[in-house]
């Protein structure tokens, strides 16, 4: 009913064209959604593995069990904490032997551990600082703008929609938002079309932000490619 109604289809064979849009569209997104995801997690966790293993006295190290609750460094909190002990204690009320490498660690969370990481979890306002200018160290300024919590919250919001948008496309929901559509049901398709350019332009700036090599490996790739070919 929802690709019925935004392409204002009239029959059924129209009707399944417009879902195999829908899952070409998908197809396009998803390597971006789920590198960009990647590359944020890789980011987050060598910063902090770095700055924790600094901070408690041992080698400076890119992976470090920064988020474990014995260290005292990190204190995570809520669902976050939860994920963590899930994984380092698996069902039983003790520690899983031999520990899982925090490599291992980190691949196990899910996206909404790291975005919920920046916005709230991070110990100090200068480990936050420190964080913000390691993960995203191609910010045109990078050095003084993650001074300032605004900016740093922009970036979170920017990191929340693209998970927000990786999760609609992982439960197989159309790639817009239906919000788009009830907010203002006059609403014709070139506008869609160009919010979803709008929004994919800005996860890839951002990627870009976290590392700049991926963005522009993403953007010379077949899936770039469809996405253009789609919204034209």
């Known amino acids: ?60 190290s890119v992976s470090f069990p920064w988020y474990d609750p014995h260290l005292k460094w990190c204190t995570l909190q809520g669902k976050t904490l939860e994920k963590v002990e899930k994984l380092l204690c698996g069902d039983a009320p003790i520690r899983i032997t031999p520990p899982l490498s925090p490599d291992r660690v980190i691949s196990g969370l899910s996206f909404g551990v790291w975005s919920n990481i920046l916005d709230s979890q991070l110990p100090t306002p200068s480990i936050e600082e420190e964080t913000f200018r390691e993960v995203f160290p191609h910010h045109p300024k990078a050095r003084k703008h993650w001074r300032f919590s605004n900016n740093r919250k922009s970036a979170v919001a920017d990191v929340k929609d693209v998970q927000n948008w990786r999760n609609r496309i992982s439960h197989c929901t159309p790639v817009w938002s239906e919000g788009w559509y009830r907010n203002n049901p006059n609403a014709d398709w070139t506008g869609l079309l160009l919010r979803l350019k709008s929004r994919r332009a800005r996860a890839v700036e951002v990627l870009g932000w976290i590392c700049a090599d991926t963005a522009k490996l993403y953007t010379q790739s077949y899936c770039d490619r469809l996405f253009h070919q789609l919204v034209t």
């Open 1 to 60: 009913n929802t690709y019925r109604r935004v392409f204002r289809t009239q029959t059924e064979a129209e009707t399944c064209g417009a879902v195999l849009w829908g899952q070409a569209m998908t197809a396009s997104l998803q390597t971006l959604l789920t590198t960009f995801e990647v590359a944020l997690r890789n980011r987050i966790h060598v910063s902090l593995s770095k700055q924790a293993s600094l901070a408690l006295g041992s080698p400076v």
